[in-house]
């Protein structure tokens, strides 16, 4: 059974040798948590450009992706190192797709992308070189908007529900990240799943130049 290994939750601090502040470093966090259809609350999010907003208002990392970096990096790596809301136990966190569900009480998760690794999340993990291996890792994690606001608290149980049209997983959406022509059926099944709005626009701008 899927489990709410960890509750994560950031404020705002200096990024390492520049003049801005990230939320990117989250710590567990006891006690019940409300996230709305904005976000998690108490959350930091500094830059909005990129991070938050309605169809990435939770951001879900998996244990098995920090079992497989704990043994890739030699190092054991805490819940809320990759700058997640949620750590999610029980899951195969590269087989998550889009449109996936996750309900934690009456709280209701939709997957909408994968997460595209920038150069505070290197400055963060001390590793200039960090945001390449990531990507080359293809364990992205989730984002996801909330269908049915609640709160919730670590130890809960979760429950996952794939999603039951054509499957396109974080792990394939992270693959197309740099691609300048992408497989158009890679996108076309991708766009029959209620992908963030957009990377929808940037897929369907694609398909109409390719034909």
């Known amino acids: 059974m899927a489990i709410l290994a960890s509750v994560n939750i ?5 990024i ?4 801005g502040k990230t ?4 710590l567990p966090v006891e006690g019940d948590v409300a996230i709305t259809r904005e976000g998690v609350a108490g959350d930091a999010v500094m830059d909005s450009k990129h991070h938050g907003g309605r169809d990435q208002a939770v951001y879900l990392y998996f244990s098995d992706d920090y079992v497989w970096w704990s043994n890739e990096l030699g190092l054991e790596i805490a819940p809320g190192t990759f700058g997640e809301n949620l750590t999610i136990g029980g899951v195969e966190g590269r087989q998550v797709a889009v449109g996936d569900r996750f309900s934690i009480d009456k709280l209701v998760l939709e997957v909408t992308s994968h997460r595209t690794p920038c150069n ?4 963060r993990m001390g590793d200039p070189k960090f945001v390449r291996r990531f990507h080359q890792a293809g364990r992205p994690g989730a984002y996801c908007r909330v269908i049915t606001e609640g709160s919730l ?3 809960q149980p979760v429950r996952y529900t794939r999603f039951a049209g ?3 997983t974080v792990a394939e959406l992270m693959a197309l990240d740099g691609v300048r022509e992408p497989d158009p059926a890679i996108l ?12 929808r626009a940037d897929f369907e701008d694609k398909l109409a130049r390719l034909f």
């Open 166 to 168: 054509e499957r396109t």
């Open 153 to 155: 608290h670590a130890g």
């Open 16 to 19: 390492p040798g520049k003049s």
């Open 10 to 14: 950031g404020q705002p601090r200096p």
């Open 188 to 199: 076309r099944r991708a766009l029959l799943a209620p992908v963030h709005y957009k990377m």
């Open 23 to 26: 939320g990117i470093y989250k």
């Open 120 to 123: 505070v999340f290197a400055l």
